[in-house]
C-alpha cells in the first residue's frame, strides 16, 4: 500500500514525498480512512510506529476541505502530555501541511506565553497544547474553543501517569459535544478504556504492535552489574566507535544528572533531559542530540516521550524501569522504520524482579552479556536479597519481588561469550530466597559463566 492508496489529496501526498514517505505503516493505513470519513477513533499504539502522522495527515486533510475565509478559528486541538511531544507534533503538522495553507501553533509551559499569544490573536486552524498552558491561557480568554470540530487526546496513559486526567475533564466540559474525538494510547488498561469512554462515540478501534512486543530488528542485551559499577560500564561500553550516539535512560532526575557529568568528566560529550530543565535547555540538548554534536543524552521517562530521532543506533538502559511497558517504550526509540538498533540493560541485584517483569511481559528472556569487566557475583546478589529481607522485616518495603529464584529457567551454558543467550534473571547458583538455588562451592561468590572462583570487588 502507499499514501496515494489513502486517497489522499496532492499537498499532502507532494508533502509526504518531500518528506521521503511513500509507504504508510500500519496505524497509518488502518486509522486514516476512518479519520477521513469523520468516525471517532479508538487507538493503541506504542511509540515509533507513526502515530502522529496517523491523525494529522487526516486532519489537515478535513480541514483543507473546508473554506479559509476570513479570521482563522480553532477547528481542531491536540492535547499532549509533554512539551518534547507538543514540538514534535508541530514540526509534522509543518511538514505535512505546508501545501494546504492552514496555520497550527504550539503551546506548552516553561516559556514565556508572549510569542503564543501573539500566534493565538493572529488566528490558528490547528492548537497543539500541553494541558497546564490550555488551562492557563483560556482562563485569561486568549483561546476560544467554541468553533473546535476535532479533538485529539494522544499519549493518554501517559497523561494519567503524570496526573493529567483532571485537567483533560476541565477540557472536556468546555469544548462542544459535536465534534470528532481521537484518542491514542500505547496501553489500554481499564482506567484508561473507563476514560475513552467519556470521549468517544461509537469508536473504530485500531490496534497494533500492542506494547507487549518489541520489535525484531532491535538487538537487546542484558549486563549484570553492581550499581557502584555502572557508571564505570557505561564509559567502558561507550569506548566502542560502533556506539555513535545512545539515548540513556534512567528512573529519576537527579540520577539523569549525574550520569551526564560522569560522562563528560570522562570525556564522553553528555547532556541531560528532563523536567526541571528550562524548555530552552531541553530543546537545545535535544537539537545537540540530533546533529551528533552531543554523543549521550540522558534522559527519564516522561522527558523521553517526545525525543523522535532518527538512526538512532543504541538505547541503554543505565537504570531498568519498574514498569514493564516502559522498557518497550524505551527500546522502541531505536530500530524504528525497519532499521536495526541495539538495546542495553544495566541489572543490579536489586533490578532482578524487574527484569522478571520485563521478560514474562515480552515473552521472551534477554540475552546475558557475561564477559565484560564488571560482573556481580553470586554473593552480590545473595547479599541483596538479604537487604531486602530484612527491609521487609523491619516495615521498610523490598523495592520489588524478593524471591531472586522467581525467574525463566536458564540453560546450563557457561561458555562466557560475549552473547551466550542464557535468559536473564538472576544467577544460577544462589543467592536468593529460593533455597533450590543454593551455590554449588559454599559462598556462591563465582561467575555465572565460569566455575573460576573471583575475587569480591
Given at each position: 500500500?502507499?499514501?496515494?492508496?489513502?486517497?489522499?489529496?496532492?499537498?499532502?501526498?507532494?508533502?509526504?514525498?518531500?518528506?521521503?514517505?511513500?509507504?504508510?505503516?500500519?496505524i497509518?493505513?488502518?486509522?486514516?480512512?476512518?479519520?477521513?470519513?469523520?468516525?471517532?477513533?479508538?487507538?493503541?499504539?506504542?511509540?515509533?510506529?507513526?502515530?502522529?502522522?496517523?491523525?494529522?495527515?487526516?486532519?489537515?486533510?478535513?480541514?483543507?476541505?473546508?473554506?479559509?475565509?476570513?479570521?482563522?478559528?480553532?477547528k481542531?486541538l491536540?492535547?499532549?502530555p509533554?512539551?518534547?511531544?507538543?514540538?514534535q507534533?508541530?514540526?509534522?503538522?509543518?511538514?505535512?501541511?505546508?501545501?494546504?495553507?492552514?496555520?497550527h501553533?504550539?503551546?506548552?509551559?516553561?516559556?514565556?506565553?508572549?510569542?503564543?499569544?501573539?500566534?493565538?490573536?493572529?488566528?490558528?486552524?490547528?492548537?497543539?497544547?500541553?494541558?497546564?498552558?490550555?488551562?492557563?491561557?483560556?482562563a485569561?480568554?486568549y483561546?476560544?474553543?467554541?468553533?473546535?470540530?476535532?479533538?485529539?487526546?494522544?499519549?493518554?496513559?501517559?497523561?494519567?501517569?503524570?496526573?493529567?486526567?483532571?485537567?483533560?475533564?476541565?477540557?472536556?466540559?468546555?469544548?462542544?459535544?459535536?465534534?470528532?474525538?481521537?484518542?491514542?494510547?500505547?496501553?489500554m488498561?481499564?482506567?484508561?478504556?473507563?476514560?475513552?469512554?467519556?470521549?468517544?462515540?461509537?469508536?473504530?478501534?485500531?490496534?497494533?504492535?500492542?506494547?507487549?512486543?518489541?520489535?525484531?530488528?532491535?538487538?537487546?542485551?542484558?549486563?549484570?552489574?553492581?550499581?557502584?559499577?555502572?557508571?564505570?560500564?557505561?564509559?567502558?561500553?561507550?569506548?566502542?566507535?560502533e556506539i555513535?550516539?545512545?539515548?540513556?535512560?534512567?528512573?529519576?532526575?537527579?540520577?539523569?544528572d549525574?550520569?551526564?557529568?560522569?560522562?563528560?568528566?570522562?570525556?564522553?560529550?553528555?547532556?541531560?533531559?528532563?523536567?526541571?530543565?528550562?524548555?530552552?535547555?531541553?530543546v537545545?540538548?535535544?537539537d545537540?542530540?540530533?546533529?551528533?554534536?552531543?554523543?549521550?543524552?540522558?534522559?527519564?521517562?516522561?522527558?523521553?516521550?517526545?525525543?523522535d530521532?532518527?538512526?538512532?543506533?543504541?538505547?541503554?538502559?543505565?537504570?531498568?524501569?519498574?514498569?514493564?511497558?516502559?522498557?518497550?517504550?524505551?527500546?522502541?526509540?531505536?530500530?524504528?522504520a525497519?532499521?536495526?538498533?541495539?538495546?542495553?540493560?544495566?541489572?543490579?541485584?536489586?533490578?532482578?524482579?524487574?527484569?522478571?517483569?520485563?521478560?514474562?511481559?515480552?515473552?521472551?528472556?534477554?540475552?546475558?552479556?557475561?564477559?565484560?569487566?564488571?560482573?556481580?557475583?553470586?554473593?552480590?546478589?545473595?547479599?541483596?536479597?538479604?537487604?531486602?529481607?530484612?527491609?521487609?522485616?523491619?516495615?521498610?518495603?523490598?523495592g520489588?519481588?524478593?524471591?531472586?529464584?522467581?525467574?525463566?529457567?536458564?540453560?546450563?551454558?557457561?561458555?562466557?561469550?560475549?552473547?551466550?543467550?542464557?535468559?536473564?534473571?538472576?544467577?544460577?547458583?544462589?543467592?536468593?530466597?529460593?533455597?533450590?538455588?543454593?551455590?554449588?562451592?559454599?559462598?556462591?561468590?563465582?561467575r555465572?559463566?565460569?566455575?573460576?572462583?573471583?575475587?569480591?570487588?
Open positions: 500500500m502507499t499514501f496515494e492508496n489513502l486517497n489522499l489529496i496532492e499537498p499532502i501526498l507532494n508533502a509526504l514525498k518531500t518528506e521521503g514517505y511513500t509507504k504508510p505503516t500500519p497509518q493505513a488502518q486509522a486514516i480512512p476512518y479519520i477521513l470519513q469523520q468516525r471517532d477513533i479508538l487507538g493503541c499504539a506504542q511509540t515509533g510506529t507513526g502515530k502522529t502522522a496517523a491523525f494529522s495527515i487526516p486532519i489537515l486533510q478535513l480541514l483543507h476541505a473546508q473554506p479559509q475565509n476570513g479570521q482563522k478559528k480553532i481542531a491536540v492535547l499532549t509533554t512539551r518534547e511531544l507538543a514540538i507534533i508541530g514540526d509534522s503538522l509543518k511538514a505535512y501541511g505546508k501545501n494546504t495553507g492552514l496555520k501553533t504550539v503551546i506548552f509551559g516553561g516559556v514565556p506565553q508572549r510569542p503564543q499569544t501573539d500566534a493565538l490573536r493572529a488566528g490558528v486552524d490547528i492548537l497543539v497544547a500541553t494541558p497546564g498552558r490550555l488551562l492557563d491561557l483560556m485569561q480568554k483561546i476560544n474553543l467554541s468553533y473546535l470540530q476535532m479533538f485529539v487526546l494522544d499519549e493518554a496513559d501517559r497523561m494519567l501517569d503524570m496526573g493529567f486526567v483532571h485537567d483533560v475533564k476541565k477540557v472536556l466540559k468546555v469544548i462542544p459535544e459535536k465534534r470528532q474525538s481521537l484518542f491514542f494510547s500505547a496501553t488498561a481499564p482506567e484508561i478504556m473507563k476514560l475513552a469512554d467519556t470521549i468517544l462515540v461509537d469508536p473504530a478501534k485500531v490496534e497494533v504492535t500492542p506494547v507487549s512486543s518489541t520489535a525484531n530488528t532491535i538487538q537487546q542485551k542484558v549486563y549484570y552489574v553492581k550499581k557502584s559499577d555502572k557508571k564505570n560500564l557505561l564509559i567502558h561500553l561507550l569506548k566502542d566507535g555513535d550516539r545512545a539515548l540513556v535512560f534512567t528512573r529519576t532526575k537527579h540520577g539523569a549525574r550520569v551526564a557529568r560522569d560522562m563528560t568528566k570522562a570525556g564522553v560529550q553528555a547532556e541531560a533531559i528532563h523536567g526541571n530543565k528550562s524548555q530552552n535547555a531541553r537545545r540538548a535535544l545537540n542530540f540530533k546533529k551528533s554534536q552531543t554523543r549521550v543524552l540522558v534522559a527519564t521517562d516522561i522527558a523521553a516521550r517526545g525525543i530521532v532518527d538512526d538512532l543506533s543504541h538505547v541503554i538502559n543505565y537504570e531498568l524501569p519498574n514498569e514493564p511497558e516502559t522498557y518497550v517504550h524505551r527500546i522502541g526509540r531505536t530500530g524504528r525497519g532499521a536495526s538498533g541495539t538495546a542495553l540493560s544495566f541489572c543490579d541485584a536489586e533490578e532482578t524482579a524487574y527484569l522478571v517483569g520485563i521478560q514474562k511481559l515480552i515473552s521472551k528472556a534477554v540475552p546475558v552479556v557475561d564477559n565484560h569487566p564488571y560482573p556481580m557475583t553470586a554473593k552480590d546478589f545473595a547479599e541483596a536479597a538479604s537487604t531486602v529481607k530484612e527491609q521487609k522485616k523491619r516495615g521498610g518495603g523490598g520489588g519481588r524478593s524471591r531472586w529464584g522467581n525467574k525463566p529457567a536458564g540453560s546450563s551454558n557457561a561458555s562466557g561469550s560475549a552473547n551466550s543467550n542464557r535468559p536473564a534473571g538472576g544467577p544460577r547458583n544462589g543467592g536468593g530466597n529460593n533455597g533450590g538455588n543454593r551455590s554449588q562451592n559454599g559462598g556462591g561468590n563465582r555465572w559463566s565460569s566455575n573460576k572462583p573471583k575475587a569480591n570487588a
